[in-house]
Nanobody, 126 residues
């Protein structure tokens, strides 16, 4: 079992930066692939970024590539999403997700993840 708690959301202006954090419970955080997803009002939850359990590989949605960076600190059971050059279309609730992984696969589907946080709101004004 993994419990996830996101933080770091807020209201910012276009062009600003934010760093989201996701703190995970449990002693086996390093066995889980992690992902960030977001959901805007009236839209489906969509993939943002993912990182392998060891942090050696990452993958991003085209809409955030070059602006967002996912990273993790396995010693402190935390995954981060650094968001730069924010745009109004980045406004959404951002969710952290985890799934057990025995290898170095990258997962981009909502259905691939077993554990989810409660979400943190990011609002970008123009």
């Amino acid at each position: 079992q993994v419990q996830l708690v996101e933080s770091g959301g807020g209201l910012v202006q276009a062009g600003d930066s934010l760093r989201l954090s996701c703190a995970a419970s449990g002693r086996t955080f390093g066995s889980y692939s992690m992902g960030w997803f977001r959901q805007a009002p009236g839209k489906d939850r969509e993939f943002v970024a993912t990182i392998t359990r060891g942090g050696d590989s990452t993958y991003y949605a085209d809409s955030v590539k070059g602006r967002f960076t996912i990273s993790r600190d396995n010693a402190n059971n935390t995954v981060y999403l650094q968001m730069n050059s924010l745009k109004p279309e980045d406004t959404a609730v951002y969710y952290c997700a985890a799934r057990y992984s025995s290898g170095s696969a990258l997962y981009t589907r909502v259905s691939s993840y077993n554990y989810w946080g409660q979400g943190t709101q990011v609002t970008v004004s123009s």
